[in-house]
């Protein structure tokens, strides 16, 4: 199974400050098709999931353009250009390339 | 806007079964795979098992191999899991979740099964 880390496990941001996260997989989850599977969500307190980020560097619907991704390879990354109080959460990075999919630990966001 | 409300969790005995459903609504549930995850009382996430659209492939992760079972009904909207033998380390609060052969996009808002004598 891919296993997937992220660091740190425990953020805390000054709001209007910058965050990042980072995440790494244990193989490439470049694919033989040109995408590379590494998605980001973010679960808020008593709240299921949320997605963020999809194939490294696309926000979803609806997400702010504060929130950004980069990276390649085994090697990923997940920006907040400015962090929110809103902000506060379980940020997960998931890989799937390959089943089973797997996810990261998490890092707790929280705002000082 | 999408909705996927999850129902049938519980209190089970270890070795006991669940069906767990999920109606979906809001977008073309026939034309998604879609998929039932999990999260252990203060854990990270788990993927647990995925189905194709047309309901002709089933991916499962190891350890629920041979114990769950991953359905749906495309004409009523709703998704299922079937969950035999259960066990101690079962026991989480699964999701519903919509997407495609290797995304997740909208998450229910799940439905906590426990597994204790």
Redesign the interface.
């Known amino acids: 199974d891919i296993v997937v880390t992220q660091t740190p496990l425990s953020l805390s941001v000054t709001p209007g400050q910058p965050a990042a996260i980072s995440c790494k997989s244990s193989q490439s989850l470049l694919h033989s098709d040109g995408k590379t599977y590494l998605y980001w969500y973010v679960q808020k307190a008593g709240q299921p999931p949320q997605l963020l980020i999809y194939e490294v560097s696309n926000r979803f619907s609806g997400v702010p353009d504060r929130f950004s991704g980069s990276g390649s390879g085994t090697d990923f990354t997940l920006k907040i250009s400015r962090v929110e109080a809103d902000d506060v959460g379980l940020y997960y990075c998931m890989q799937s390339i390959q089943r089973p999919f797997t996810f990261g630990p998490g890092t707790k966001v929280d705002i000082k | 806007e999408v909705q996927l409300v999850e129902s049938g969790g519980g209190l089970v005995q270890p070795g006991g079964s669940l069906r767990l459903s999920c109606a979906a609504s809001g977008f073309y549930f026939s034309g998604y795979f879609m998929t039932w995850a999990r999260q252990a009382p203060g854990k ?4 647990v098992a ?1 189905i194709k659209a047309d309901g002709s492939e089933k ?1 499962y ?2 350890s629920v191999k041979g114990r769950f079972t991953i359905s749906r009904d495309n004409a009523k909207n709703s998704l299922f899991l079937q969950m035999d033998s259960l066990r101690a380390e079962d026991t989480a609060a699964y ?1 519903c979740v919509s997407g495609g052969a ?9 439905t906590l099964v426990t597994v204790s004598s």
């Open positions: 990270g996430l788990e993927w995925t991916y992760v190891d999701y290797r995304y997740f996009d909208y998450w229910g808002q799940g």
